[in-house]
């Protein structure tokens, strides 16, 4: 039975409920590409690939690991004490917050935005603490909104700096040694260890159901951590490195990753493959977009490509024999070669509509084509390649290293991808549930309810919403940072993700508040400067997607404290 101080404000349980499916859409496309972004782009996983992936690990992230009690004031933005005696006032107030997160969050992903989504409902709760007249907590403390602008700076520089120092180890220690890819056999073992035990350490301190590390203690986490450690660097040696030397030195293109159970049965010269894949070659080209072009390393060609010329105290570029006959009267060195034919990637009008557009609509296959226009627009968009004369520029500037090597990484960065995505699942669920929970429980208790269990049924809702959002309408932001910032490899995209996880760990350890987002993009350009280039880093983008978290605080606040102000204070008859 509702009671009756909160019955009569079922529309605003309602439209809140609304808002709330659209903020963990928000949430998920905006949010969970962060995890798979680098991966995608540097076409260790396929949108569809990563899209499955990430609503299996949001949801188990959600589920598993994310009940705790809901703190609707997300960490003391606002007083409530301001509510007290008026149910109906706060649930008016969370729902205008929910929406103005929805709006912010829907519309900062079309734009291509990453923003953070803790600071986006952060934003949301200080509009209605404005229209409420609600104190609100400007000083430094945890959670307040001077230490939510200091994060601006301080999440990319942390991040950056950790993202620098791995890529730098795995630069120097393999891929420009003499023999890259031996080294990179002999170390890849230590670095899949290195990622389980920095991952088992995040989610032992960072599970939102887990103790504190001073109540776990410090022995069994040490314990726990290198457990994983040795676990991992036995599994890389007993079953990853026979699977490497059957795809790779071999050359056997039939084994596909499902193959490393095998372990040393790989090694016999015609080993027991189930399901053997089809096809030529076993390692794809890392470094190619969808039009079969490859842009890194173009600049060190050029200064590498060189020849002395006796008639010239500067070095001049070396004259390529012509592929095709000249014309008479030709000078050899002025003819271009006749340009390839460029790769085309079918977007998912031309794949799915084009087809059948001519087909009348009493024909179900043109009802078919529509379905599969709507279920797979998201993840059949080239989101590796960028079309653009400047951003290729940038790629040209970026090194470019051996395929083999790059392969070798991309395990560690798949795991890396789905651990983020899992942790970003338990954490960030309760942006989106917060102010649902508020006015969900305010309403069926009939008084303000600031704190309650959260309901596991919230959390597989809002699971399911969260990697929906990304396989819908997650592209616009994995475009953004991916490709579009520097040219990414498996090798970078692994350093990207692992530093991110670090930077995340340690600012929560301190007290700093961090966003996922930030942190990632911060990586990014810490991985990019590691090419010793600043031609290598797409400046522009970086200005881009800083004017979004700038832009956040006001625009969510707006959103929120206009819808506020004005329910608070309409007539009525």
């Given at each position: 039975?509702?009671?009756?101080?909160?019955?009569?404000?079922?529309?605003?349980?309602?439209?809140?409920?609304i808002?709330?499916?659209?903020?963990?859409?928000?949430n998920?496309?905006?949010?969970?590409?962060?995890?798979?972004?680098?991966?995608?782009?540097?076409?260790?996983?396929?949108?569809?690939?990563?899209?499955?992936?990430?609503?299996?690990?949001?949801?188990?992230?959600?589920?598993?690991m994310?009940?705790?009690?809901?703190?609707?004031?997300?960490?003391?933005?606002?007083?409530?004490?301001?509510?007290?005696?008026?149910?109906?006032?706060?649930m008016?107030?969370?729902?205008?917050?929910?929406?103005?997160?929805?709006?912010?969050?829907?519309?900062a992903?079309?734009m291509?935005?990453?923003?953070?989504?803790?600071?986006?409902?952060?934003?949301?709760?200080?509009?209605?603490?404005?229209?409420?007249?609600?104190?609100?907590?400007?000083?430094w403390?945890?959670?307040?909104?001077?230490?939510?602008?200091?994060?601006?700076?301080?999440?990319?520089?942390?991040?950056?700096?950790?993202?620098?120092?791995?890529?730098?180890?795995?630069?120097?220690?393999?891929?420009?040694?003499?023999?890259?890819?031996?080294?990179?056999?002999?170390?890849?073992?230590?670095?899949?260890a290195?990622?389980g035990?920095?991952?088992a350490?995040?989610?032992?301190?960072?599970?939102?159901?887990?103790?504190?590390?001073?109540?776990?203690?410090?022995?069994?986490?040490?314990?726990?951590?290198?457990?994983?450690?040795?676990?991992?660097?036995?599994?890389?040696y007993?079953?990853?490195?026979?699977?490497?030397?059957r795809?790779?030195?071999?050359?056997?293109?039939r084994?596909?990753?499902?193959?490393?159970?095998?372990?040393?049965?790989?090694?016999?010269?015609?080993?027991?493959?189930?399901?053997?894949?089809?096809g030529?070659?076993?390692?794809?080209?890392?470094?190619?977009?969808?039009?079969?072009?490859?842009?890194?390393?173009?600049?060190?060609?050029a200064?590498?490509?060189?020849?002395?010329?006796?008639?010239?105290?500067?070095?001049?570029?070396?004259?390529?024999?012509?592929?095709?006959?000249?014309?008479?009267g030709?000078?050899?060195?002025?003819?271009?070669?006749?340009?390839?034919?460029?790769?085309?990637?079918?977007?998912?009008?031309?794949?799915?509509?084009?087809?059948?557009?001519?087909?009348?609509?009493?024909?179900?296959?043109?009802?078919?084509?529509?379905?599969?226009?709507?279920?797979?627009?998201?993840?059949?968009?080239?989101?590796?390649?960028?079309?653009?004369?400047?951003?290729?520029?940038?790629?040209?500037?970026?090194?470019?290293?051996?395929?083999?090597?790059?392969?070798?990484w991309?395990?560690?960065?798949?795991v890396?991808?789905?651990?983020?995505?899992?942790?970003?699942?338990?954490?960030?669920?309760?942006?989106?549930?917060?102010?649902?929970?508020?006015?969900?429980?305010?309403?069926?208790?009939?008084?303000v309810?600031?704190?309650?269990?959260?309901?596991t049924?919230?959390?597989?809702?809002?699971?399911?919403?969260?990697?929906?959002?990304?396989?819908?309408?997650?592209?616009?932001?994995?475009?953004?940072?991916?490709?579009?910032?520097?040219q990414?490899?498996p090798?970078?995209?692994?350093?990207?993700?692992?530093?991110?996880?670090?930077?995340v760990?340690?600012?929560?350890?301190?007290?700093l508040?961090?966003?996922?987002?930030?942190?990632?993009?911060?990586?990014?350009?810490?991985?990019?400067?590691?090419?010793?280039?600043?031609?290598?880093?797409?400046?522009?983008?970086?200005?881009?997607?800083?004017?979004?978290?700038?832009?956040?605080?006001?625009?969510?606040?707006?959103?929120?404290?206009?819808?506020?102000?004005?329910?608070?204070n309409?007539?009525?008859?």
């Open positions: 039975m509702i009671p009756l101080a909160t019955a009569k404000y079922d529309w605003i349980l309602a439209i809140t409920t808002a709330f499916v659209l903020s963990s859409f928000g998920g496309a905006n949010d969970v590409a962060n995890a798979y972004a680098t991966s995608v782009a540097a076409r260790t996983l396929n949108m569809a690939t990563a899209g499955v992936l990430a609503i299996f690990t949001e949801f188990i992230g959600a589920v598993a994310g009940k705790r009690v809901t703190d609707t004031i997300k960490n003391g933005i606002i007083d409530i004490n301001r509510y007290n005696g008026k149910p109906g006032a706060l008016l107030a969370m729902g205008c917050a929910e929406i103005g997160s929805a709006s912010w969050l829907i519309f992903t079309k291509g935005w990453p923003v953070s989504t803790t600071q986006t409902i952060v934003g949301s709760l200080i509009g209605v603490g404005f229209a409420s007249q609600s104190d609100i907590n400007w000083a403390s945890e959670g307040s909104v001077s230490q939510v602008a200091a994060s601006w700076g301080i999440a990319p520089l942390v991040a950056g700096g950790f993202s620098a120092i791995i890529f730098g180890t795995v630069k120097y220690s393999v891929l420009e040694r003499a023999d890259p890819f031996l080294w990179g056999m002999r170390l890849i073992p230590w670095y899949l290195l990622t035990a920095i991952l350490l995040f989610i032992v301190i960072e599970a939102p159901t887990a103790p504190s590390l001073e109540e776990f203690g410090g022995g069994k986490a040490a314990g726990i951590i290198l457990g994983v450690f040795f676990g991992c660097l036995l599994i890389g007993v079953f990853f490195i026979p699977y490497f030397k795809r790779i030195v071999h050359n056997d293109a084994v596909r990753f499902y193959h490393i159970p095998l372990g040393p049965l790989l090694l016999k010269p015609n080993p027991p493959l189930y399901f053997p894949g089809k030529e070659v076993s390692v794809i080209n890392y470094y190619e977009d969808a039009y079969g072009e490859v842009r890194a390393g173009q600049a060190d060609a200064k590498e490509n060189v020849t002395s010329n006796a008639d010239s105290i500067m070095p001049t570029p070396e004259i390529k024999a012509m592929s095709d006959p000249a014309k008479f030709d000078d050899e060195e002025k003819v271009a070669p006749v340009p390839q034919p460029r790769k085309k990637h079918l977007e998912p009008t031309e794949r799915f509509i084009d087809p059948v557009r001519e087909l009348s609509w009493v024909n179900p296959q043109k009802a078919y084509g529509y379905l599969k226009y709507i279920l797979f627009q998201g993840v059949t968009r080239d989101v590796v390649s960028h079309d653009s004369p400047e951003l290729r520029a940038i790629h040209a500037r970026a090194h470019r290293y051996d395929d083999r090597v790059e392969h070798l991309t395990y560690c960065q798949v890396s991808a789905m651990m983020m995505s899992i942790a970003h699942g338990s954490n960030d669920v309760a942006n989106a549930v917060g102010p649902w929970a508020a006015v969900y429980s305010t309403y069926h208790a009939g008084v309810e600031t704190k309650s269990p959260t309901p049924w919230f959390l597989v809702v809002a699971g399911l919403l969260l990697g929906l959002g990304f396989w819908f309408f997650g592209y616009h932001i994995v475009r953004a940072l991916g490709n579009k910032i520097t990414m490899s090798t970078r995209g692994f350093s990207v993700e692992l530093g991110a996880a670090i930077s760990l340690l600012a929560s350890r301190l007290g508040p961090v966003s996922t987002t930030q942190c990632l993009t911060g990586a990014s350009l810490g991985v990019a400067l590691m090419n010793y280039d600043l031609g290598a880093v797409n400046w522009k983008q970086l200005c881009f997607i800083f004017g979004g978290w700038v832009l956040t605080l006001p625009c969510a606040g707006l959103v929120s404290g206009l819808l506020c102000v004005m329910a608070l309409a007539p009525h008859l």
